[in-house]
């Protein structure tokens, strides 16, 4: 199996412009989790998926940030516009109705 | 909701020597413990994980504890290695509805094994 799977690992972009991370969960797995990682907050749960379905998006900074589940297999995080405070690295994580979360590599963004 | 403190926040061991890393957490509800190990450019990974109907678990080198009286739990590794050297996270939940729990992490250790 080839694990969670996230492009691009590492974005570079200037402030205001759009930016979308995107996730391909394993196979099979029905939830879907997206994280970030600082060093000021540690790591933060931003929204996670059930089936497809956001369930609790509690932890979305703020309207700047939204996330999308069109199919099983397929899940982006969109930020517009970025700022610098943005700035982090982007997990997304899986599991099948189980505890066991797998994470992916991570996406490492700079928002100059 | 639920707060996790973890600690130290570094550690440093010589190989070959035990290493300790401490939780505790707030919600008397959580019920699910996991560690996850970081090394670094990669994504947090499962290493073990405890139920609240379990005081203790091992893994070969790995054991964690739980005392729900307390509220803590602990991560204990025996024999250290360098390739232990990583950064750690403990975790709890609660099941919410849906199929899928919700993590809350501690804020982790960083684990140095000097050889």
């Known amino acids: 199996d080839a694990g969670v799977i996230q492009s691009p690992r590492h974005e570079v972009t200037e402030m205001g412009q759009e930016v979308t991370l995107r996730c391909k969960p394993i196979?099979?797995?029905?939830?879907l989790f997206w994280y970030r990682q600082t060093m000021m907050r540690g790591l933060e749960l931003l929204i996670y998926?059930?089936?497809?379905?956001?369930?609790?998006d509690s932890g979305m900074p703020e309207d700047r940030f939204s996330a999308k589940m069109p199919n099983a297999s397929f899940s982006t995080l969109k930020i517009q516009p970025s700022e610098p405070r943005d700035s982090a690295v982007y997990f997304c994580?899986?599991?099948?109705?189980?505890?066991?979360?797998?994470f992916g590599p991570g996406t490492r963004l700079t928002v100059l | 909701g639920e707060n996790v403190e973890q600690h130290p926040s570094t550690l440093s061991v010589q190989e070959g020597d035990s290493a300790v890393i401490k939780c505790t957490y707030s919600?008397?509800?959580?019920?699910?413990f996991p560690w996850y190990k970081q090394e670094l450019g990669k994504g947090p990974q499962l290493i073990i994980d405890i139920r609240s109907n379990v005081g203790e678990k091992k893994d070969q080198r790995i054991a964690v504890t739980l005392n729900k009286t307390a509220k803590h739990f602990s991560l204990h590794i025996t024999e250290t290695q360098p390739e232990d050297s990583a950064v750690y996270f403990c975790a709890a939940s609660t099941r919410t509805g849906g199929s899928a729990r919700q993590l809350t992490f501690g804020s982790g250790t960083q684990l140095t094994v000097l050889p």
């Open positions: 994580a899986s599991c099948l109705s189980t505890d066991t979360q797998y």
């Open positions: 196979s099979g797995h029905n939830s």
């Open positions: 998926f059930n089936n497809n379905v956001p369930i609790d």
């Open positions: 919600d008397s509800a959580s019920n699910y």
